[in-house]
Structure formats: C-alpha cells, structure tokens
C-alpha cells in the first residue's frame, strides 16, 4: 500500500476506551462503560477530524497477567467492524493486531471485508504479541514470534495482492485458493509495525509501510529507519508515527494522578510540533477524563483547538 499520512503535516490518532482496560491507562469509569459509551467517543473523534480511532488484540488473557491487563480486550476486527458502520471519515486501526495467532488467509480475508464495509479506511497494525501464556494456549512457539510475525506479514502483502496468493513461508503454504472480495486500498491496507526494541524498529523499516512505537522517539531511531529503507532501496515515504503521555486540554479541576501535558491549545501543540520535527506524521493522543461525557468534550476541544495549530 504504503505510506498514507499527509505530506508536511501533524496527524493524530487515538486509542479507544473501553474497548481494552488495561490497568495501566484505564480511566475508573470506563469499567461500567459499554457499547453506547464506546460508539460516543467514536462519533466525536471521527468529527473532531482525528485521523485514526484504535482497537487492540488480545485471545485471553492468563493468570497473574490479568492483575495488571483485566480481561476486557473486545475482539478486534468485529469492534472495527461495528465503528465502520457509524463513523463515515476517521481510519480504522488496529493497534496492535496479533496477525499470528490465525492463519495469514483468516486475517486476510478479516481486514479486506473490513476495508470494503469501512470504503478503504482500514490501517493494519501488527506486532509480535508480548504474553508468553496467550501464545501456548494457542499452541505457538513464544520464541519464535518475531519469525512468525515476519512470515505473517509477507503472506499478507501476497493475500492482499493477488486473488489467488503463492505463500511459501515455512509454517504457512497456500497455492490456487482464492479470496474475495479484494481490499478497496490498492495493494491492501497499509501496514504499521509496533514496538520499540531493535527487531521491531527493523522490521518496521524494512517490511512496513509505517512505525507504531511503544516508547520514545528519537532522532536516532528516526535516522536507523530512514537510512535501513535507503540500503534496502525501499521508497523514503514511511509513516512514523509517537505516543504521547497523558494530555489534558485547558487546566484540570481534579488530580490527574500523573504528569500531564496540560494547558492552552497553543502550548500543546507546541510540544507536539516537536515530534513533526523529526520526521513524525502522526501522534497518539491520551486525553485524560472522569466520564465519558468529559473525554467526548476533550476530544472536541483537541480537534477544535489544537489540531489547527499543529502544522504551524
């Protein structure tokens, strides 16, 4: 597919609520929250003109690792699938989707349907997956889940190619079976490879169309994967995307709990031109909220007065 962000200028995304709840960024309320709640932050984020709303991946969650993740991961590609149908412009991501824990074909056919229902909004996001006990319950080798990443994504690229793919990776092998219907993106949707550690920042200069990191992005990181593309003659338009800590627009009336990007649209944004800086195109926003209510107004007030201000 490659490379989707707009030219020269600050894009930003961000993770929904409710649909994981992660100990380690799950606001109180969203533990009563549900569908309705979820479709609110939506809608507000497709009109408040922000590029892309996140769904994550998990199967099931193991003891003790729930003590920390919970249980409530919603599946990722029948929630896309629901957002397609009541946001008309903002992209569908999955971040990160596990593409190895199903066969390449499963997967292929499960993003392709979602980007035709969606009419071409869909961002494949994939990782290696993190949780030891969640590969063994599925019967895969945990230490091999950089290789099989690597294999699911050039079975993918075959899939999304031609109708009839040839996939001869050494765990999947596929000749004269074929798949509609074709993605509406050409070449299928793009592909954006996460993590941070040195496998993942290569594999995501080397085999992605963008780079979905878990950490911070430095001039050095951003240099590795420009020049990783040239020596491997790979086009320079690469989506590099960050995350970004916590953020509240305006001054909070109650303790956050943690550091905070707070204050005036202007001084937000400020930080935030920092990254476009160096090279990112898109960043991944956590507004902070008591309710579903105060994030749909969050959301409104970022894409109101902040998001005009990021490519100044």
Do not use: N
Request: glycine share 12%; hydrophobic share 45%; aromatic share 8%.
């Amino acid at each position: 597919m490659g490379a989707i962000l707009p030219a020269g200028q600050l894009v930003y995304g961000m993770q929904l609520p409710v649909q994981m709840q992660s100990t380690r960024s799950c606001e109180p309320w969203e533990v009563e929250a549900g569908a309705d709640e979820l479709a609110a932050v939506a809608r507000a984020a497709d009109a408040a003109g922000f590029f892309y709303i996140a769904v994550c991946d998990h199967v099931a969650i193991p003891r003790p690792s729930d003590a920390t993740m919970g249980t409530s991961w919603w599946d990722t590609v029948a929630t896309l699938g629901w957002l397609a149908g009541i946001t008309s412009r903002v992209r569908l991501l999955s971040h990160v989707y596990v593409p190895a824990y199903r066969h390449p074909l499963q997967v292929a056919k499960a993003f392709s349907t979602l980007d035709t229902v969606s009419g071409g909004r869909v961002v494949l996001g994939v990782g290696a997956g993190h949780l030891q006990g969640e590969f063994e319950l599925l019967g895969l080798p945990f230490t091999e889940r950089g290789r099989l990443l690597d294999e699911s994504i050039d079975a993918l690229r075959a899939a999304f190619t031609d109708e009839f793919p040839t996939i001869e990776g050494p765990t999947w092998k596929v000749s004269d079976y074929g798949q509609r219907p074709r993605p509406v993106q050409e070449g299928g949707p793009p592909i954006w490879v996460g993590g941070s550690s040195a496998p993942a920042v290569r594999r995501a200069a080397l085999r992605g169309d963008g780079w979905l990191p878990q950490g911070p992005v430095t001039p050095e990181l951003v240099a590795s994967i420009r020049s990783q593309r040239v020596a491997a003659g790979l086009p320079d338009e690469f989506d590099l995307g960050a995350l970004i800590g916590a953020i509240y627009v305006g001054s909070p009336d109650w303790d956050l709990g943690e550091p905070a990007l707070t204050g005036p649209p202007e001084k937000i944004a400020h930080v935030l031109r920092k990254l476009g800086a160096l090279g990112v195109g898109q960043v991944q926003v956590r507004l902070r909220s008591r309710s579903a209510a105060e994030l749909v107004d969050q959301i409104s007030a970022f894409g109101a007065e902040v998001g005009p201000l990021l490519d100044g």
